[in-house]
């Protein structure tokens, strides 16, 4: 054990809390569950050099972005020169194992996908949103909802009966989407967050969607989609969450639509609507329930 080592945990915890181990200083790239995952994750990853200036790089798959440390400043050139040239190798490192990780989810997911049966229209999860099956495919009690990228099926939602979520391990999520309809010249393409929301707008709407299964995931998904169809109309169909501090749903969907060059709407919510409510499948689910739909 070293003072750069300890020092380089201290980096570390800095970023994402009590770590109950001391890194490996070998040069390769290591993984770890970041505190604030679920048990049994490893999203975070780290390299840590001791070889001549102290210096390393460590990140989160699941949240992106790379740290940068190093024990003291290079005090010439050539010190600088050589923490560059880590930077390098562990980015290209990084590239390759997410990469691996990112082939080996579309392997799984393809497998289950062929293997899955079509999904029971009364799961629990579709009765709750009031919304038919369009497709989708069942794994043991789970949902399946593929993602694509490129017109390639590269990984999947599993949504259990009592709503939970969870992609693939290692998938790739940045930038996929599942759609639902058939993106024609001339019709109108809507990009919404959850599959939910998806599915009501194109039973309710007609509309063709594609889900992008989280706010963060907008403005890939818009930006993907408007290179791939540069001459239909896109609309950004946004969450409302008017009860989250700053309403995050409203600032990634504009957000998007401005990246993209896009139209973008959110519910309009009735007067005496509850507050809880967020997007387009709630407000079709609760005017249904009161007779309005």
């Given amino acids: 054990m070293t003072d750069a080592t300890i020092l380089f945990r201290d980096a570390l915890q800095s970023v994402y809390g009590p770590l109950d181990w001391l890194p490996v200083p070998d040069g390769a790239i290591h993984r770890f569950c970041v505190p604030s995952d679920k048990p049994n994750t490893i999203n975070g990853w780290y390299v840590l050099y001791l070889d001549g200036i102290a210096s390393g790089a460590f990140g989160s798959w699941k949240s992106g972005g790379t740290s940068t440390w190093c024990s003291r400043e290079p005090v010439d050139a050539r010190e600088a020169a050589q923490i560059r040239k880590r930077v390098e190798q562990a980015r290209r490192q990084r590239e390759a194992e997410q990469h ?47 993602l694509y990228l490129d017109g390639r099926l590269v990984n999947l939602q599993r949504i259990a009966p009592d709503g939970g979520k969870r992609f693939l391990p290692g998938g790739r999520v940045k930038g996929t989407y599942s759609p639902l309809g058939i993106i024609e ?109």
Wanted: net charge neutral; glycine share 8%; hydrophobic share 40%.
């Fill in 185 to 293: 010249p001339g019709s109108v393409l809507c990009i919404c967050e959850g599959w939910a929301t998806a599915a009501s707008l194109h039973q309710h709407g007609g509309y063709t969607v594609a889900s992008a299964m989280n706010a963060g995931n907008l403005k890939p998904v818009a930006l993907a989609l408007r290179a791939r169809y540069p001459d239909i109309e896109i609309i950004l169909a946004g969450d409302d969450d008017r009860q989250t501090d700053g309403n995050p749903g409203r600032i990634a969907a504009h957000a998007a639509a401005v990246a993209a060059g896009c139209l973008v709407t959110f519910p309009e919510w009735p007067a005496n609507a509850p507050e809880h409510l967020t997007d387009f499948n709630d407000l079709a689910n609760w005017s249904a329930a009161h007779g309005l739909a």
């Fill in 100 to 146: 691996q990780r990112q082939q080996k989810a579309a392997e799984r997911a393809n497998r289950w996908w062929r293997s899955a049966r079509r999904a029971d229209p009364g799961h629990a999860y579709l009765v709750d949103k009031g919304v038919r099956s369009y497709g989708l495919r069942q794994r043991g009690a789970d949902l399946l909802i593929p």
